[in-house]
C-alpha cells in the first residue's frame, strides 16, 4: 500500500527548482517542522497532474522515477530465475531484465494515457510472486539437480533450455488467463461490489505475507556473504533513514541566475540505487585486490564481480521483445488458481494506490470509471506481461507513488517521459546485462530491506482498525499464524493432498502453498463472519482515508477525462452512461465527491489537449 507521507518541511520540497516561477516557493519553518493539513498539498505543488514541466525537468524527474522503481523490477526476475532453473544463465536473466523494463514501460504509458490517467508508474507485482514461487514448487516443476551445478550447465543445450522455457510458458499462459478475470472486474465496475467487502483486517494479512513469504530468499542470497549484505542493508538504511533530510547541492542553468546550485535531497530520493552502487563498487575493489576468494567451494565467492563478467561480452547491443519469445504459452489450471489470488490482492492495492496518487498530485479524489478503467488496464498490462514472457504482471507501484510527495512535482507528463525511458532501456541489452552482475550478497541485503518494508506496509493497515479489540487481535493473529503454518506443512508434505483428482490435487497445491491466499482468505472469512461494528472494523476511517478531498484541485474530468477528443465522442451516445468505465457514466450521488465536480485549481489554467504530451516527447 501507498506510504502516509508526514510533513516536516524537508519532506514536502526535496526537490526546489530556483528561477522558475511555476514553483511555490518555500515556507519559512521557524519550528523546525510544520504540520501541513492534507487539504493544503495542492497548493504547495510545483506542477498539477495536467500541466507540463520543462522539457528537460520532464526528462530528469522521468529518469529518476525509472531508477525509484529500479530495485523492485529487478528483484522480481532475479526471484523467478531460481525457480526457472536460471541461477547458472546469467544472459537469458538479462533478457528477462530487459522484458520486464521494456513491458512496465508499454504498460505504464497506457495507464496515464487510456487508464485512470493520474501519475503513477507500472511495474512488476510481488502479489504475483508467491502464487508462481508455489506453482514451481511442486513437484512436476522442481528443478532438475544437474542444473544447480554450474560445471555440468550448457546454457545452449536443447535439453537445458527446455528446461526453463517449459517453465516460463506455464507461468505465461497461467497469468494471461487469470488477468483476464482483472479486466472483467475492472471495465465491469465490480471492483466496487469487492471494495465493499474487503477492508484492513483483510489487506492486513494479505500484503504482509507477501513480504514473510519471502524471507528465505532473502537469506539465502544474503547468507552467502553476510558481511557484504549487511553492508548493503546498513547503506541502504543509513540513506533512507538517517541521511534523508541531508540536500546536497547539484550545478543548475536558468535565465535568471545562469549557473548556480540547487539543492536536491538526493539520500531520499534513490537510497536503494545509491546502496547498491557502493556495496558494488566496494565488492569490485575487492575482487580485484583477490581478497574474496577465487575458489568457487568457497564461502564469500559469489561476492565477486568477475563472476558473470563474460555475460556483457556475449549480450547484444540492441535485442526488440517480442510476444512469445520464449515458446507458446500453456495453461496449467492450479496456475490460473494461484494466479487469480495474486490478481485480487494486485487490485486492492492499486485501489488504494489511486487514492494515494491523487492527493499528492492535487487531483481529485478519483470517480468510480477512472478507477474502473485503470483496474482494467492493469488487467491488459498483465495479459501483455504475460505474453511478452516476464514471468510476472504489472501494478502500480506504491514507491513512485510516494516519489511524487518528496518532488512536488505530480504532472503526468513526467510519468509518460518515465514509460518511455523504460521503452528504450529494454531494448538495450548491454543494460539489462550489466544488472546481473550485481553480486548475490548485494541483492540479498536489497532484499532484507525491501521485503520488510513491505511486510510492514501490509501491517500499516490496521492503524485504521480498533486493536484494542480482542476481535481483531483474534482475525489477525489468527490470519497471520495459518498464512505461516499452513503451507509450511504443505511443502514438507507434498503428497498429503490426494483427493483422487490430479488437477485438484493441483489446484490446492498452490493455494495452500501460497501464504498470501491462506491469511487472506481466513482474514476475509473471519472479518465478514464475527459480529463487529463498521467502526471496529476499520471500514469508516478505512473509506474516509480514501475519500480525503483536497482545496484548489483540478477540474475531475480534465484529469480523468479520455483524451485525443474521445470524451466529447462519447457524450454525444446516450448508452455510454451504462457503461462503467466511459466517463459520462452515472453513479449514484453518494459516489461522487463534491469537490471532484466543482473545484477548480486557481494557480493555472489546465492544459486540456492531451497532443501536447505526445508531441513533447516525440520532440
Known sequence: MAPEKTSDGLDNYAFTVDGVDHFCELPENK?????????????????????????????????????????????????????????????????????????SGVCTLLQVTFGVRLPILQGGTFTLLSPTMALLSMPEWTCPTWTQNASLVNTSSPEFINVWQSRMQVLQGSIMVGSLFQVLVGFSGLIGLFMRFIGPLTIAPTISLIGLSLFDSAGMNAGHHWGISSMTTCLIVIFSQYLRHISIPFPKYSKAKKFHTSRIYIFQILPVLLGITLSWLICYLLTIYNVLPSDPDKYGYLARTDIKGDVMGRAPWFRFPYPGQWGVPTVSLAGVFGILAGVISSMIESVGDYHACARLSGAPPPPRHAINRGIGIEGIGCLLAGAWGTGNGTTSYSENVGALGITKVGS???????????????????????????????????????????????????????????????????????????????????????????????????????????????????????????????????????????????????????????????????????????????????????????????KTEPNKDDTHIIAGVAL
Open 412 to 602: 503526468r507528463m513526467v510519468i509518460v517521459c518515465s514509460g518511455f525511458v523504460m521503452i528504450i532501456m529494454g531494448m538495450f541489452g548491454k543494460i539489462g546485462a550489466i544488472f546481473t552482475t550485481i553480486p548475490t550478497p548485494v541483492i540479498g541485503g536489497m532484499f532484507l530491506v525491501m521485503f520488510g518494508v513491505i511486510m510492514a506496509a501490509g501491517v500499516s493497515n490496521l492503524q485504521y482498525t480498533d486493536m484494542n479489540s480482542s476481535r481483531n487481535i483474534f482475525i489477525f493473529g489468527f490470519s497471520m499464524f495459518t498464512g505461516l503454518a499452513i503451507p509450511n506443512w504443505i511443502m514438507k508434505n507434498p503428497t498429503s493432498i490426494a483427493t483422487g483428482v490430479v488437477e485438484l490435487d493441483h489446484v490446492l497445491q498452490v493455494l495452500l502453498t501460497t501464504s498470501m491466499f491462506v491469511g487472506g482468505f481466513f482474514g476475509f472469512l473471519l472479518d465478514n463472519t464475527i459480529p463487529g461494528t463498521k467502526r471496529e472494523r476499520g471500514i469508516i476511517a478505512w473509506n474516509k482515508a480514501h475519500q480525503n478531498e483536497s482545496d484548489n484541485t483540478l477540474e475531475s474530468d480534465d484529469v480523468y477525462g479520455l483524451p485525443f477528443g474521445i470524451n466529447s465522442c462519447l457524450s454525444s451516445f446516450t448508452w455510454t452512461k451504462y457503461v462503467p468505465f466511459c466517463p459520462s457514466h452515472k453513479v449514484s450521488r453518494q459516489d461522487d465527491t463534491p469537490s471532484s465536480l466543482d473545484s477548480l485549481d486557481t
Open 31 to 103: 519550528n523546525g517542522s510544520d504540520n501541513f493539513s492534507e487539504e493544503g498539498h495542492s497548493s504547495k505543488l510545483a506542477y498539477c497532474v495536467t500541466d507540463i514541466p520543462p522539457w528537460y525537468l520532464c526528462i530528469f524527474l522521468g529518469i529518476q522515477h525509472y531508477l525509484t522503481a529500479f530495485g523492485g523490477i529487478i528483484a522480481i526476475p532475479l526471484i523467478l530465475s531460481q525457480g526457472l532453473c536460471l541461477q547458472h544463465d546469467s544472459l537469458t536473466q538479462s533478457h528477462l531484465i530487459s522484458t520486464i523494463f521494456f513491458v
